[in-house]
């Protein structure tokens, strides 16, 4: 599957954006293809290689014909996580988008023109959305181009109908202020313009979640008339069968403790690799979780920082907590200090519900486990899949209803017992568990044999062999 017409094997690189989230789409959809017989040159930063290669779940990275292609880590201004901020972008990280561009873009084209060489152009690329620039230095060295999205057609639609010239409130009554800073959108813009040369666009979804909205994507020409390819979920098979177990290399602490609860009985917490909370919000949240009375696993950690994670720094947040919070808790309550392996997490027995920032990362793996989500969306493209999640799917519920505020206003302990329990315990969210169910069937489905990604993924690699030039 992986050969052009002459049986000779494509050779495809994948560059993604430095952050968690990314790097694990898009190193999943390398193991994709390098099982479909394509090599794969994975180019990021050393950093950033070293991080991604330490989280990965459910899969031997050394069975997959994956080359890790380093960068050096471009020069930063010191970052600072203001744990007092009720802002929770994190900015400390647009320097490095920024910086991977102007510092390493050399680095990149000498990479890229060496594998050209060695294998007579006989190359695509695939590259994050929010990095335009990549599609110059495949023009540069006449290699064709696509675009990997790691944001659902969802959100996709509802930013293409707010005018781009009053950049005022969404149809989701959020102000965009909120959702990004506007050195980020300055950024995201440019390289936005920058994409016109693509031969098309590749999406972590599939048709039962997303198909209605592609479909009004290509309409609305939000893909500029290209080609789009469903391809996800981009997870190992062994969740979908029930093997993860045999995947791993020791049982973590926190599965220990899982596998000691009651079925469909945890909710997890977690709000993603990129985002910290207040000391405020921390001390909310932890009183409510206590007075919900449910047990839970709460991954409670500081975000990655631009030079990627810093495993010794996690344990600071828990410094919020009130004395004596996790002893009190001994039993019902779980905290992880560093990162956490989220899909063994969610699809074990023992997790009922998912408490989420509404990533699209997490949005995919929780559809796919089958666990109902309480979303609490931060930034970016999260409150449009809160949205998603609550709204057109059915498979979640919100935590509050959000206002319009330029900052995250504070959920208060209150609220968040309300909604643990109206999740965990109510008629309404034993429906939403009923609908989350039948969509993680509809994603086994869709990654089988015949599925619409399956067939989504085989255009894909045929698209690819018919568009290298020689």
């Known amino acids: 599957m992986g050969g052009d017409e002459n049986g000779l094997r494509i ?34 930063t050393s950093a950033h290689i070293h991080q991604v290669r330490r989280r990965v779940q459910g899969w031997d990275l050394h069975n997959f014909d994956i080359r890790f292609k380093e960068l050096p880590m471009p020069h930063l201004p010191a970052e600072e996580i203001d744990a007092q901020s009720s802002l929770m972008f994190p900015f400390h990280l647009i320097p490095l988008f920024e910086a991977v561009e102007y510092q390493l873009g050399s680095h990149v084209d000498q990479i890229l023109g060496t594998i050209c060489s060695e294998n007579n152009n006989r190359v695509v690329i695939v590259h994050d959305s929010i990095m335009g620039w990549i599609q110059t230095l495949a023009k ?15 959100y996709r639609l509802w930013m293409k109908r707010v005018s781009d010239q009053t950049w005022g409130l969404s149809p989701l009554n959020i102000s965009l202020k909120r959702c990004f800073p506007e050195r980020l959108l300055k950024y995201a813009m440019r390289q936005r313009s920058l994409l016109e040369p693509a031969k098309g666009y590749i999406i972590n979804t599939f048709s039962t979640l997303e198909s209605e909205f592609v479909h009004q ?26 093997e993860r177990r045999l995947q791993l ?12 609860q009651a079925p469909a009985s945890v909710l997890y917490v977690s709000f993603g690799s990129i985002s910290s909370l207040s000391a ?3 001390g909310e949240l932890a009183d409510g979780l206590e007075r919900s009375g449910q047990p839970f696993l709460w991954v409670l950690r500081i975000s990655d920082g631009a030079h990627s994670s810093t495993e010794e720094q996690f344990d600071s947040a828990c410094k919020f ?32 519900g998912f408490l989420t920032h509404c990533g699209w990362n997490s949005t995919v793996e929780s559809i796919s486990a089958g666990v109902g989500m309480l979303t609490w969306p931060l930034h970016s493209d ?19 209803e959000w206002g319009n505020a330029e900052e995250n206003e504070t959920v208060s302990a209150e609220e968040v017992e309300k909604a643990v329990k109206r999740l965990m315990r109510s008629e309404e969210g034993m429906q939403v568990r009923k609908r989350v169910q039948e969509l993680k069937g509809e994603a086994r489905k869709a990654v089988g044999d015949g599925g619409s990604s399956c067939k989504d993924m085989d255009s894909l690699l045929h698209h690819f062999s018919q568009s290298i030039s020689y």
């Open 140 to 154: 540069k060295h006449s290699v064709p181009a696509y675009i990997f999205s790691c944001i659902g057609a969802y």
């Open 11 to 44: 050779q495809v690189v994948v560059v993604p954006l430095p952050l968690q989230g990314h790097l694990n789409q898009l190193l999943h959809f390398s193991r994709v293809i390098a099982q479909r017989g394509a090599t794969v040159s994975f180019v990021a």
């Open 249 to 260: 290399q020791a049982d973590t602490e926190c599965v220990i403790w899982l596998d000691r």
């Open 280 to 282: 405020t919000q921390i």
């Open 217 to 242: 994507g290509r309409e609305e020409l939000i893909y500029s008339g290209k080609p789009v390819w469903s391809v996800g979920p981009l997870l190992p098979q062994a969740f979908f069968n029930d």
């Open 382 to 400: 999260q409150f449009a899949n809160s949205a998603l999640i609550t709204g057109e799917l059915k498979a979640g519920v919100e935590v509050k």
């Open 321 to 352: 907590l009130k004395q004596g919070y996790e002893k009190r808790l001994e039993g019902r309550g779980f905290i992880v200090r560093n990162w956490a392996p989220q899909l063994d997490i969610l699809f074990h027995k023992s997790t009922g």
